[in-house]
């Protein structure tokens, strides 16, 4: 079957930077859709980022101009660049995949999903 593992959480003071990266296995086709989703203490978990099969992105407003999606399908691998990191945006991240071409942050939509990473950011 199909496994989704993220690695690249961590510690870091306020407007520090992090990348994510989620290596996905156990298929040989690129998903038309990818994504981060969080969810930070007592909150629902939220969309933050999600990019189609031809590299085209959307970001939740939260973290617009901040965090960069990106994927590399040779590598079955889907990246989070974040910069200028808030408090507000300690949580655990999670990745998510679906052959859905409907492409957007819903989590309904996403068949497939990592164990998550956790983000810790302290002012």
């Known amino acids: 079957g199909v496994q989704l593992v993220e690695s690249g959480g961590g510690s870091v003071k306020a407007g520090g930077s992090l990348r994510l990266s989620c290596v996905a296995s156990?298929?040989?086709?690129?998903?038309?859709?990818m994504g981060w989703f969080r969810q930070g203490p007592g909150k629902k978990r939220e969309g933050v980022a999600r990019?189609?099969?031809?590299?085209?992105?959307s970001y939740a407003d939260s973290v617009k101009g901040r965090f960069t999606v990106s994927r590399d399908n040779a590598k079955s691998t889907l990246y989070l660049h974040m910069n200028s990191l808030k408090p507000d945006d300690t949580a655990m991240y999670s990745c998510?995949?679906?052959?859905?071409?409907?492409?957007?942050?819903?989590?309904?939509?996403?068949?497939?999903w990592g164990q998550g990473t956790q983000v810790t950011v302290s002012s």
């Open positions: 990019i189609d099969a031809a590299g085209s992105t």
């Open positions: 998510a995949a679906t052959w859905n071409r409907r492409c957007v942050l819903v989590q309904a939509d996403f068949d497939y």
């Open positions: 156990g298929n040989t086709y690129s998903f038309a859709c």
